[in-house]
Structure formats: structure tokens, C-alpha cells
């Protein structure tokens, strides 16, 4: 293919297009911090990958470095790591209203208990409020949490959904829009 002939003749009898002007990365733009949160320890940021934990504060300085991605969690409204993410996230099989069986994937609270419907069959999300289900002891199946259930934990319900604080604590407050997680959209079977 033959050269652009206007593009030669404006390079050469334009002055502004002589010279490109752009941004200058001097250095490393890799960053190491210190965080005390989602887990104490060294975090570096890598362009193009985000953050990771390349050293907890309890392992020593000779033990070899595994990565491990930081991912932002809109359910508890925190930074975790995201082996905690999929820690924290079960598939379960539920009958709805009408006797239909439903698989949701399910992510586990902060008090260990309940749990949020936040991604159905299609792995698509599913946008909050979101109602609080429990395991169930006897047949090891998920359910919708009853108010007997809610008071023997002492949780703050309101209208059927739940608020999560920052602090992972439940408030009684109006319920806006709670979104599931960023992060993972393999559906675990």
C-alpha cells in the first residue's frame, strides 16, 4: 500500500505534528502499600491486573510470594481477596413460590449465617435488595431466613431485605440498591 500523501506533506511542512507530545512514565508505575484491610500486609498494584497481596503481615520475609487479586465487593461494600470471595460464595438448588426449582449462587455474609441470592441459573446478577436465606440443619438446603430465625440471630430486618453497613453490621435503614459482588462469573456446580 502506497503512503498517505497528505499525511507526509502535512509531517513535513506542519510543526505541531514534528514533535508527539504524550505522557512520560519515568520509572516503575508499580506501587507497594502497606493495608490493614481485607487481611494486614503488603499490596502491590500491577497496571492492568489491579491489586494484590504479595505478603501477609504473619508469614515471614523469606517465604516465596504468591499474588493474591483484590477484588471489590459491592455486597458488604469492602475490598476482599478473591479467594475469599469464592470462600464465601455457594451454588444451591431452591424451590420458588410456584414449585419451580431454581439454581442460585449464593454469597455468605459477614455473620456467617445468612446469605444473599446474588447471581441466578445464567450466572447474570441479580439486582438487590436482596432477601436473606440460611442452610437449613435438617435438610442441608437453602432457605428463605424466617423472623424466628432473624431474632434468634438479633439481625435488623426491614421490609423482607436487609442493609449491610460498611462494618458488615445490618442497620435499620430504607433499603436502596445492594449489588452483588465484581467479581467472579463462573457459576460453581
Given at each position: 500500500?502506497?503512503?498517505?500523501?497528505?499525511?507526509?506533506?502535512?509531517?513535513?511542512?506542519?510543526?505541531?505534528?514534528?514533535?508527539?507530545?504524550?505522557?512520560r512514565?519515568?520509572?516503575?508505575?508499580?506501587?507497594?502499600?502497606?493495608?490493614?484491610?481485607?487481611?494486614?500486609?503488603?499490596?502491590?498494584?500491577?497496571?492492568?491486573?489491579?491489586?494484590?497481596?504479595?505478603?501477609?503481615?504473619?508469614?515471614?520475609?523469606?517465604?516465596?510470594?504468591?499474588?493474591?487479586?483484590?477484588?471489590?465487593?459491592?455486597?458488604?461494600?469492602?475490598?476482599?481477596?478473591?479467594?475469599?470471595?469464592?470462600?464465601?460464595?455457594?451454588?444451591s438448588?431452591?424451590?420458588?413460590?410456584?414449585?419451580?426449582?431454581?439454581?442460585?449462587?449464593?454469597?455468605?455474609?459477614?455473620?456467617?449465617?445468612?446469605?444473599?441470592?446474588?447471581?441466578?441459573?445464567?450466572?447474570?446478577?441479580?439486582?438487590?435488595?436482596?432477601?436473606?436465606?440460611?442452610?437449613?440443619?435438617?435438610?442441608?438446603?437453602?432457605?428463605?431466613?424466617?423472623?424466628?430465625?432473624?431474632?434468634?440471630?438479633?439481625?435488623?430486618?426491614?421490609?423482607?431485605?436487609?442493609?449491610?453497613?460498611?462494618?458488615?453490621?445490618?442497620?435499620?435503614?430504607?433499603?436502596?440498591?445492594?449489588?452483588?459482588?465484581?467479581?467472579?462469573?463462573?457459576?460453581?456446580?
Open positions: 500500500m502506497a503512503p498517505n500523501l497528505f499525511i507526509c506533506l502535512r509531517t513535513a511542512f506542519v510543526p505541531k505534528y514534528w514533535f508527539r507530545s504524550g505522557v512514565v519515568h520509572g516503575s508505575i508499580v506501587q507497594d502499600e502497606h493495608w490493614t484491610e481485607p487481611t494486614p500486609g503488603t499490596y502491590r498494584y500491577v497496571p492492568g491486573h489491579g491489586w494484590h497481596l504479595i505478603r501477609r503481615d504473619d508469614t515471614p520475609a523469606d517465604a516465596p510470594i504468591s499474588p493474591e487479586p483484590v477484588v471489590y465487593c459491592e455486597v458488604v461494600n469492602r475490598y476482599l481477596l478473591a479467594s475469599d470471595i469464592e470462600r464465601r460464595c455457594r451454588s438448588v431452591v424451590t420458588g413460590k410456584d414449585g419451580k426449582m431454581q439454581r442460585f449462587r449464593f454469597f455468605r455474609l459477614d455473620d456467617g449465617v445468612s446469605w444473599v441470592a446474588a447471581w441466578d441459573d445464567k450466572d447474570r446478577l441479580i439486582q438487590g435488595p436482596y432477601r436473606r436465606w440460611c442452610l437449613d440443619k435438617e435438610s442441608g438446603e437453602m432457605r428463605l431466613m424466617t423472623a424466628a430465625d432473624v431474632a434468634e440471630l438479633g439481625l435488623a430486618v426491614s421490609g423482607g431485605a436487609v442493609k449491610i453497613a460498611r462494618s458488615g453490621e445490618c442497620r435499620k435503614e430504607p433499603i436502596q440498591s445492594i449489588s452483588p459482588c465484581t467479581y467472579g462469573s463462573e457459576m460453581k456446580g
